[in-house]
């Protein structure tokens, strides 16, 4: 069996775990086990796209030659005690990789992740735009807004609390397994 046919035999695995599916007998996994968690679930699902990227390219580098982002050594984290936005948390984060052919985390993740699991709502903006902004329930886990002026205009940021900063660490294979819609 070539390396290539090995990925592709796990993925099958991965795939069948992420639907609750036992792998090894076809039937489905009791509700309460944990493949069932939908964390967990979303966790086999983000590896079996990584898995599906490498058999579509060949081996384990891809096209542009870049790997996709997966958090390194992220128990030796260092969180910031200040609050920090959402870009100075990607960038603090994807400082982890463990290649540096690997892509940096993208913040629209952890936006998306946010808003999809209620902690950030969108909300309509001036001129056809739109605003995140937190939730009440972002709130109890350490989201908060800040005004900040800039040249005669204001604007509000949103900022992540150290606790903010945990809960985003803890779901961050969540997070990874997000799918953005591309516009367009």
Known sequence: MTEIEKIAYTKGFIDKLADGIDPLTGEAVPDGELVRNP???KCFSYVSDILRR???NGGLQTKDHSL???PGSLDRFSYSAEPISVTELAKKISAHKQDLR???LNVQKIQTY???NGYLEIVPG???TSKKRVTELGRTIGLMEEIRSYTNASY???LYSITAQ???IRHMMEILAVQIKRKG
């Open 54 to 56: 490498i058999i579509e």
């Open 102 to 104: 690997m892509e940096n």
């Open 114 to 116: 946010l808003v999809q």
């Open 68 to 70: 996709p982002f997966y």
């Open 39 to 41: 964390r967990i679930s």
């Open 166 to 168: 945990q809960f985003v």
């Open 156 to 158: 509000t940021v949103i």
């Open 126 to 128: 001036e001129e056809k």
